[in-house]
């Protein structure tokens, strides 16, 4: 079969290449792959700004149906359609996996970046990682589960959005509509900030019910325009998810005294900011990583109720031979989620 490959360390060494399709040994399954989402870690991974060990099969958004079952797993069968969680192996015994979170276990091996990923025809992964998809949810939309499964993790556990909340986001890419969409559940209000461009999602934003939508580049006062957005002296929480220094940076211009600042993107380097805002203002500063377990039947939830619309952010799709065009495309920011269909 072929598969997308990271071959070695350093930017680009990317390419599509044969690999031998896996095996399920015991307690595994193989997925036939259906969808999978192409992410920004994937981009950080391709420009050697993510830890990784080539080579690798890229790609951990997906879903698909189970192709093979191996030794010793029940409740799964061939033809089941299933969603994976990512973390390939973790410890099980430090203190964060027996808390619930193995997104920080310093041992965990990840699919996509250390061990084989969803960007081929089939994926080898435990079967404690299968997620059942509902049967109303097309696939295609499933294969967001771990977007926002990460975003419920961010947004709604660690950030804590709440009813009334008035919210700024940074950065209209797949991680900030999907909080957006999050944020409006549950009952708070949200502006979104971008660049010129961005001009296509910061309008995709407003249809999905952002109060405003702000060209940052464009706009001369841009705390001035959120706080007439959402009738309030600066926003309430902050939630950057454009990976962008400088968006980072307004951000903190613009979150409230006594607010709170989520980040969820990632910079692939080092950021300056000026921290003695945290202190002048008197912030709560939050990062979040990855996903936890509870957060995937939760995203799933919200994907096949119709609380998050999957199908306006499904953008563009691409056969895995045309690996470049689909990356261009992530890159040029013509869409929204880019898919490769195996």
């Given at each position: 079969?072929?598969?997308?490959?990271?071959?070695?360390?350093?930017?680009?060494?990317?390419?599509?290449?044969?690999?031998?399709?896996?095996?399920?040994?015991?307690?595994?399954?193989?997925?036939?792959?259906v969808a999978a989402g192409i992410c920004g870690t994937d981009v950080h991974i391709v420009d050697d700004e993510f830890a990784t060990e080539p080579p690798v099969t890229m790609g951990h958004e997906l879903a698909g149906t189970v192709a093979h079952v191996g030794a010793g797993v029940e409740g799964w069968a061939v033809g089941d359609r299933v969603t994976s969680e990512t973390y390939f192996s973790t410890c099980g015994r430090c203190r964060h996996c027996r808390r619930g979170r193995p997104n920080l276990c310093s041992a965990r091996r990840s699919i996509g970046?250390?061990?084989?990923?969803?960007?081929?025809?089939?994926?080898?992964?435990?079967?404690?990682?299968?997620?059942?998809?509902?049967?109303?949810?097309?696939?295609e939309h499933a294969a967001l589960t771990e977007p926002l499964a990460c975003t419920v993790h961010g947004v709604l556990d660690v950030a804590g959005v709440r009813a009334g909340d008035r919210v700024a986001i940074s950065g209209p890419g797949p991680i900030g509509l999907l909080a957006l969409q999050l944020v409006l559940a549950s009952g708070a209000r949200a502006v979104v900030l971008g660049t010129g461009a961005d001009a296509s999602r910061l309008a995709l934003?407003?249809?999905?019910?952002?109060?405003?939508a702000i060209d940052v580049e464009a706009e001369h006062e841009v705390a001035g325009a959120v706080?007439?957005?959402?009738?309030a002296d600066g926003a309430d929480l902050v939630v950057e998810c454009s990976g962008a220094e400088a968006a980072a940076g307004t951000l903190l211009?613009?979150?409230?005294?006594?607010?709170?600042?989520?980040?969820?993107?990632?910079?692939?380097?080092?950021?300056?900011?000026d921290q003695d805002v945290v202190c002048y203002k008197e912030l709560t500063v939050t990062g979040?990583?990855?996903?936890?377990?509870?957060?995937?039947?939760?995203?799933?939830r919200l994907l096949a109720d119709g609380s998050v619309d999957a199908e306006r952010l499904l953008t563009h799709r691409y056969r895995l031979e045309a690996w470049e065009d689909a990356l261009a495309a992530v890159r040029s920011k013509q869409g929204v989620k880019v898919l490769l269909s195996p």
């Open positions: 079969m072929i598969a997308v490959r990271k071959l070695a360390r350093g930017p680009d060494h990317v390419a599509v290449v044969d690999v031998e399709e896996p095996s399920a040994g015991p307690g595994q399954v193989v997925v036939e792959v970046s250390k061990e084989n990923g969803a960007f081929a025809h089939m994926l080898l992964v435990p079967a404690a990682n299968l997620h059942r998809v509902p049967d109303a949810l097309p696939l934003a407003r249809e999905l019910g952002a109060s405003a706080e007439d957005a959402l009738d211009n613009v979150v409230a005294r006594g607010g709170r600042f989520s980040q969820m993107g990632l910079y692939g380097r080092p950021a300056r900011l979040t990583n990855a996903s936890v377990p509870s957060s995937w039947p939760r995203a799933l």
